[in-house]
C-alpha cells in the first residue's frame, strides 16, 4: 500500500449513497497513507478510457457518446477537462430503457451457466437469436424513433410503446420464442436507430462549426452491445476524411477502477489535489467539469 501514489475515487454524478461509500473509503485510506486525493467525475472516466485502452488512442478533438443505465450522453471532448454536451436524454437513459423492456420480456439476468450478465445484455442476446431453419419471425409493430432531427434522446416513447403493445396480447403470447426474439429484435433497432441518427446530427454540427472530429468514442456499459458497434461502424463508413469507432474492450465499458484511476492522472501530475472535506456532487454536469474540478469552491 505504501508505494500508492494517491487515491482516486468517484466524486459524481451518482447515486449519493454509492458516492459516499467509495469517498469515505478514498479518504480514510489517503488520511491513513499521508497521500494526496483526487475526486474524478464518472463520465470523464468513461470518456476518457479509451486513451487507456486503444492502441492508437484518439486525440482531441474527438466525439463519444456515453450510453449507461443513467447516461445518454452525446459530447464532443476537446481536452480532458473540457466538454461540450450537443445531447442528453430528455427522459429516461437508454440502459434503463433496454433493461425494462428485458424485464416486460422476462428475460433471465444470467446466461446459460448461470453468470450474471444484466438485463441489456440478455436482451441483445436473444434479439440475436436464430430461429430453426424453415421459421420466420412473427410480424410485430415497428417501435417508433423518437426526437428525429434533434440533438437530443429519447428513450421513453419507444419503451412505452413496447409495454402498450405487450398489454393488448392475449394471455400465454410471450411463450413463443419467435415473438419475444422479435420483439427485441424491434425495440432495440428502434433505440440504437435513434443513437444513429444523433451521431449522424453532431457529425454535421461538428462540420458546420468547423470542429475536426478525429473519431468516436463510444463508452458507458451499453457501448458493449455489439449491434450498436456494428451499427456505428455503418454510420461512419460514408465520413471524409475517416472517422474511426475506438471502443474499450468490453470489460471496460461498465465501471471500474481503472477508468477513475486513469482520469486522475492528470491531476496528480499536476499535482492539483482535493483536501480531504472535498465535497460530493451526484448531479454534476460535464460543463462545469473545469471549474469544479481544477479550482473547488470549498478551497
Known sequence: MNEIDGIAFTRGPGMAGCLAVAANAGRGIAAALDKPIV???HMQAHALTPMLTAKEPPTFPFLTLLLSGGHSLLVVVYSPTKFHTLATTTD???GQALDSVAR?????WNDEDGNLIGAGAALERLAREDLPPGQSLPEVPKFPLACEHHLAFSFAGPKGEVSRYLKSLPPGALEDRGFRIAIASGFQQAVIGQVEEKVRLALKWADRQGVPITSLVASGGVASNLYLRERLVDVLRGCTPQVPL???PVHMCTDNAAMIGWASMYRFLQKDHDPLDINL???????DLDSVTIAPTER
Open 104 to 108: 416486460l420480456l422476462g428475460l433471465s
Open 246 to 248: 475506438i471502443c474499450p
Open 281 to 287: 456532487l451526484p448531479s454534476w454536469s460535464l460543463r
Open 92 to 94: 429516461c437513459s437508454i
Open 39 to 41: 475526486g474524478v467525475h
